[in-house]
């Protein structure tokens, strides 16, 4: 990860998450972090055997603070602007990557 002039935060990964299938994403991230910031990435996904999974894909993320957390939200928990809470840390540990 490298600060750019501009203060964007640019950064660069590949993965190999299962023998073969590698995920390269390349990305910048802006803002001051503590109201707000935005995240724009560029994935490729390659030789994974869920068709859906290759190809390229663009995520954009507009995060915002809004205040604290409701006291029962859990930890690693996002929620969406319908109300849907999706527990983030759960995710990851049971896709087996």
Do not use: H
Not at 45 to 74: H, K, Y
């Amino acid at each position: 990860m490298r600060k750019t002039p501009g203060g964007a935060w640019k950064f660069e990964s590949v993965c190999e998450t299962t023998p073969g299938v590698q995920t390269q994403m390349a990305g910048e991230v802006v803002g001051n972090f503590q109201e707000k910031y935005q995240m724009r990435a560029e994935t490729m996904t390659r030789n994974s055997p869920v068709l859906e999974l290759v190809g390229a894909r663009t995520v954009s993320i507009d995060a915002e603070w809004l205040g604290p957390c409701p006291a029962d939200m859990q930890a690693g928990e996002a929620q969406f602007e319908t109300g849907q809470r999706v527990n983030l840390l759960q995710i990851g540990s049971s896709s087996g990557f």
